[in-house]
T-cell receptor
Framework: NAGVTQTPKFRILKIGQSMTLQCTQD?????MYWYRQDPGMGLKLIYY???????DKGEVPNGYNVSRSTTEDFPLRLELAAPSQTSVYFC???????????FGPGTRLTVT | QKEVEQNSGPLSVPEGAIASLNCTYS??????FFWYRQYSGKSPELIMF????GDKEDGRFTAQLNKASQYVSLLIRDSQPSDSATYLC??????????FGKGNQVVVIP
């Protein structure tokens, strides 16, 4: 099992550009999450999904969009990138019957 | 807005000592509580979870929960240099979402 994988690992965007952060899990988990972590801070929930076709906003959804067409994939779309979106982005998944959220390795995004 | 507070600054402990971390939460209806460890530049990894009032021990780690006072703590006994990391407290709500504190950095001095 690869667990949760994220691509890319690093990205530099110019203000106003768009990009998609990819997240894939091979554990057949229904629950998936996107977080951002700013320096010295905890994780803030952006969006989450409890299954294919179902998504919902978290604490900080503005400027982002998600889709969940399959159980495995949960891409995060940034439209019109802003410097405030400079952060490390983590994707996670969880089996509804389990306790642990499994995190991907993260994507470090810089918007200049 | 559900809040999870970890207000202590960096904690330096000598090797072999006990490190004590505290966390308070605002949502009295919270049922599940988690401690994650995060090494610099890495993703968080779960080290403990607790549901019931009292203590839960796993190796050198003990989680303590007091729902009446709305706090959860983590003790690390016999601290090792490999325990140097940031420890994140997290609380799960009724919609299966985790709210995280900002973390406490622990530095174990050999």
């Amino acid at each position: 099992n690869a667990g949760v994988t994220q691509t890319p690992k690093f990205r530099i965007l110019k203000i106003g550009q768009s990009m998609t952060l990819q997240c894939t899990q091979d554990m057949n988990h229904n629950y998936m999450y996107w977080y951002r972590q700013d320096p010295g801070m905890g994780l803030k929930l952006i969006y989450y999904s409890v299954g294919a076709g179902i998504t919902d906003k978290g604490e900080v959804p503005n400027g982002y969009n998600v889709s969940r067409s399959t159980t495995e994939d949960f891409p995060l779309r940034l439209e019109l990138a802003a410097p405030s979106q400079t952060s490390v982005y983590f994707c996670a998944s969880r089996d509804p019957k389990g306790d642990e959220q499994y995190f991907g390795p993260g994507t470090r995004l810089t918007v200049t | 807005q559900k809040e999870v507070e970890q207000n202590s600054g960096p904690l330096s402990v000598p090797e072999g000592a006990i490190a004590s971390l505290n966390c308070t939460y605002s949502d009295r209806g919270s049922q599940s509580f988690f401690w994650y460890r995060q090494y610099s530049g890495k993703s968080p990894e779960l080290i403990m979870f607790i549901y019931s009032n009292g203590d839960k021990e796993d190796g050198r780690f003990t989680a303590q929960l007091n729902k009446a006072s709305q706090y959860v703590s983590l003790l690390i006994r016999d601290s090792q240099p490999s325990d140097s990391a940031t420890y994140l407290c997290a609380v799960r709500d009724g919609n299966n979402r985790l709210a995280f504190g900002k973390g406490n950095q622990v530095v174990v001095i050999p």
